[in-house]
């Protein structure tokens, strides 16, 4: 068979490049700033590592451990040393996320954990905006992302000038933010929201303004599946989630028809007719949380791959169809960057204090809403209702 590189076990993303020789993973082939010698599977690393790999046994096989356990160790000495902790979303690969990742979950859980720590340095599991979340919330702490690429077609999609045109267009109107912005648009709104509360706080900022219409962006699909679940009058921006954004009604029936009795669990940035096909739509937590409240017998999550991957391993009695798309910007982020960027203390995101103030005052006027988590569980049965688009 010979030399080969693989960075996919059984279809799946494993996170890391590894070179296997006749079936038997060699050397792990490393990034340029990992020198060789310094991360080598020694009887001090198999110690401290062993214990962790039933956490991950259903997706490294175990020949492949001894090139994953040393940089494992490696990074969480470091975060010891450094009194820093690591951040990491849902859709970090199941590496990531069970082998050193401190706090794990949505964007609001990890938004609200990053007010709670008392660590030193804040290393980003996610994306940028994400990041810059962190950064809004701990202006004295070091927030560090691995991949200064790891970015988001929803963030690009819109600026905070953007925001001020159409603040001078609607005057009077609330504007929405998703989370899945930078900060220089945050700055700009009048508060966020993120998937699980959205309804919320819509609802809220519409009664504490004493008005029926609200500008809720960038998410169009979003925007308009919370429009389904109230009284407001939503008006939305135009863009989209590319992982999201792909699935389609016809994928949802072709899946229930190939596997009979499937629970089908989407994510309100699906377009609104995945939603109305879904047994189940809420945010990443709320299809977590449903998963191990509900134990189906097999479920498919409509969201990113590694969700998947990471709600599998909390509920081995499940049965998980995957028919998910990647993230690109989200795969940006591996054991090896992480590494890197926490040992050189490099890739530090920062954000002007005027920005951040206005900023802080948004996210923080968000996770003040106290909501019912059920509000934030999207009904597929409600009709769809016209949303305007700018
Ligand atoms: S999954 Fe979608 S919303 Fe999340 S980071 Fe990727 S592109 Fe952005």
């Given at each position: 068979m010979g030399k080969e590189l693989v960075n996919w076990e059984n279809g799946r993303w494993i996170g890391q490049t590894l070179e296997v020789e006749n079936g038997v993973c060699a050397v792990p082939s490393r ?5 060789d010698?310094?991360?080598?599977y ?14 991950v046994s259903d997706f490294i096989p175990k020949f492949e451990w001894p090139a994953f356990a040393p ?24 590496d ?295």
């Amino acid at each position: 068979m010979g030399k080969e590189l693989v960075n996919w076990e059984n279809g799946r993303w494993i996170g890391q490049t590894l070179e296997v020789e006749n079936g038997v993973c060699a050397v792990p082939s490393r990034d340029p700033a990992v020198p060789d010698g310094v991360l080598e599977y020694t009887d001090e690393v198999k110690a401290a590592t062993d214990h962790l790999y039933d956490q991950v046994s259903d997706f490294i096989p175990k020949f492949e451990w001894p090139a994953f356990a040393p940089i494992v160790h490696a990074i969480n000495k470091l975060k010891k040393e450094k009194n820093a902790v690591i951040l990491a979303h849902n859709y970090m690969t199941p590496d990531i996320f069970s082998l050193i990742g401190d706090y794990t979950g949505d964007s609001l859980g990890l938004a609200i954990e990053a007010t709670k720590t008392d660590a030193d340095i804040i290393v980003q599991g996610g994306v940028h905006f994400m990041a810059e979340t962190s950064k809004i919330l701990c202006p004295d702490k070091r927030v560090l992302i691995p991949s200064m690429r790891a970015g988001c077609s929803l963030a690009s999609s819109i600026t905070g000038e953007d925001i001020k045109l159409i603040k001078q267009r609607y005057p009077g109107i609330p504007v929405v933010t998703y989370v899945n912005t930078s900060a220089d648009v945050k700055a700009e709104s009048d508060i966020c929201c993120t998937s699980s509360n959205a309804v919320a706080i819509v609802e809220s900022i519409c009664a504490d303004w004493g008005v029926d219409k609200v500008i809720m962006l960038p998410d169009e699909f979003l925007a308009k599946n919370v429009a389904k679940q109230t009284g407001i009058e939503v008006i939305a921006w135009h863009g989209r989630c590319e992982v999201h954004a792909r699935f389609s009604a016809q994928d949802v029936r072709d899946m229930r028809e190939a596997n009979p009795g499937v629970v089908v669990l989407a994510h309100p940035e699906c377009p609104p007719e995945v939603v109305a096909e879904s047994d189940f739509t809420g945010s990443t937590k709320a299809m977590s949380d449903y998963v191990g409240d509900h134990k189906p017998k097999n479920v498919i999550l409509l969201t990113e791959c590694s969700m998947s991957d990471n709600v599998a391993m909390a509920n081995p009695d499940v049965d998980f169809v995957r028919p998910c798309n990647l993230c690109p910007h989200m795969k940006r982020i591996t054991l090896e960057n992480i590494y890197t960027c926490l040992r050189d203390e490099v890739h530090e995101v920062l954000v002007p204090e005027d920005m951040r103030e206005k900023a802080f005052k948004a996210v923080m006027d968000m996770i003040n809403v106290k909501f019912d988590p059920v509000k934030g569980h999207f009904d597929p049965t409600l009709p769809e209702k016209d949303v305007k688009v700018i």
